[in-house]
């Protein structure tokens, strides 16, 4: 079975035969399937008028916990966006009702964020079809293989500097 990073590594084998090419295949492949991947989550999040940014938002603010609210800068650690972004993004879910941000009762300068209704019971519908989503385009993988690849992943995320906000 090969991909289109065999192609491409062959390319350089023949090319450039004194190089060692293999980390292109790791990254290369990486970046393939970081663009294949989204753009199957985005056909998940579009069938519930979502985007990856505004799901994103709406499931940090889920997973949270009741009350289900954050303050700007807890969503920021969170999902790990910058504040333009955070801000762009909560004025666009603020407009569609799917979030409120009202003055925090312990900073009288901050705000927070809380899902509404409408906001909860999206992320609550949508999250089950992302799972399944996930399911689908892993489905190629063994439960071990699925394993082996979170842990080589985690690996290479701490030793380039991610870590837990």
């Keep these: 079975m090969a991909d289109h990073l065999d192609f491409v590594l062959d390319q350089w084998a023949r090319e450039r035969p004194d ?5 292109m295949g790791v990254i290369g492949r990486l970046s393939r399937l970081s663009r294949l991947v989204g753009t199957e989550l985005e056909k998940a999040f579009s069938a519930h008028g979502l985007d990856r940014g505004a ?6 603010l889920r997973r949270s916990g009741p009350p289900f609210a954050l303050t700007p800068a807890g969503l920021m650690r969170a999902s790990m966006v910058t504040s333009g972004a955070i801000t762009q993004r909560l004025d666009r879910l603020e407009a569609r009702g799917w979030v409120t941000r009202t003055p925090s009762d312990s900073d009288g300068r901050g705000v927070v964020v809380a899902l509404t209704d409408e906001g909860l019971a999206l992320i609550n519908a949508a999250l089950p079809d992302h799972v399944a989503n ?9 439960t071990e293989q699925r394993a082996q690849l979170a842990e080589t992943l985690r690996q290479l995320l701490v030793a380039l500097g991610d870590s837990p906000a």
Excluded: K, P, Y
């Design 19 to 23: 190089l060692d090419v293999s980390a």
């Design 55 to 60: 799901f994103d938002m709406l499931a940090t």
């Design 134 to 142: 996930e399911e689908r385009i892993l489905a190629s993988l063994s």
